[in-house]
């Protein structure tokens, strides 16, 4: 069978599985299974794949169609233009999460000018709450080479993926693990807080895509209206966060009047205001901590 021959038999497959995007998931994992890049692999598509070779394509094309995502399979998820391992201990990596590390970039900038522009995060403690692979604690990490990062979570599992990544990206030093639920680990108060909490209802969560049920429950599963966690979270962060810091938390598109309301009760004096992601969709509350 040539490689053209293996592609096409991939991708019929997964359409019947209806997985989207089905032709550039099955070269994804063709090209995977025979180790090449993309431009290799359009150059060879004439010749022949070993026994070898198709049967690891066979097995990979196997998981994707039977719903396992496709970033588990790959073990492999690009997140701020950085690439960060994951597994099924931890949630996907979303490009509209990469909003939070924005938000904390803008924040360090503003203090960097204030500064009168001395240092590039100017000594910032930033504290990632929940923090799964680390993606979020290690982009802002890589971003702001003066920042100080907490990274959180209840799950070991999880801690162990985000070890990894940041040995990967080099901030081991100033990217530090810590085990607990959400703000009990903490050693002390930060300028920073920021969080991607578990925001869907529980009775969603059986509805959710195939895929995204292969993720771990306890990231997804807010409770009963979704705000469980996150009404935890701000309660536990008004001690939290430094008088002149920020919290950001994202949020599900239909919560932003709930978050709102439950920021202002924890934050009496604090400024909240809301970011859109790029559907235009509320997608982050943010505190400006007075």
């Not at 039977?66 to 960060?84: K, V, W």
């Not at 680990?185 to 991607?196: F, I, K, R, T, Y």
């Amino acid at each position: 069978m040539t490689i053209r021959e293996s592609w096409l038999r991939a991708r019929d497959r997964l359409a019947s599985a209806r997985i989207d995007d089905s032709g550039l998931e099955a070269e994804v994992l063709l090209r995977h299974a025979l180790g090449v890049d993309r431009a290799v692999f359009f150059s060879v598509l004439g010749a022949e794949v070993t026994p070898d070779r198709q049967a690891r394509a066979d097995s990979l094309v196997r998981r994707r169609a039977a719903g396992e995502p496709l970033s588990y399979i790959l073990e492999n998820r690009e997140f701020y233009g950085l690439d960060f391992m994951v597994n099924p201990s931890v949630l996907v990596p979303r490009q509209e999460t990469e909003l939070l590390v924005e938000k904390v970039l803008e924040f360090s900038a503003r203090r960097t000018a204030s500064a009168g522009g001395r240092g590039h995060g100017n000594g910032l403690t930033v504290a990632d709450i929940g923090t799964g692979s680390g993606a979020i604690a290690v982009a802002v990490a890589k971003s702001l080479p003066e920042a100080t990062v907490y990274a959180t979570d209840a799950s070991r599992e999880a801690l162990a993926v985000a070890d990894v990544n940041r040995c990967r990206h080099g901030v081991t030093g100033r990217v530090h693990l810590r085990h607990g639920d959400l703000l009990q680990a903490l050693p002390a108060p930060v300028d920073v807080l920021v969080s991607n909490p578990p925001y869907i209802r529980t009775a969603e969560v059986a509805g959710l895509a195939p895929e995204v049920r292969r993720e771990p429950v306890l990231a997804l599963d807010g409770g009963p209206d979704g705000l469980g966690v996150m009404r935890r979270l701000f309660q536990q962060a008004s001690g939290f966060v430094r008088e002149g810091g920020l919290m950001a938390v994202e949020i599900a598109p239909g919560q932003l009047e709930a978050v709102t309301r439950i920021a202002r009760s924890c934050f009496p004096s604090g400024q909240v205001s809301h970011d859109l992601d790029l559907a235009g969709l509320p997608r982050v509350v943010r505190v400006a901590v007075w």
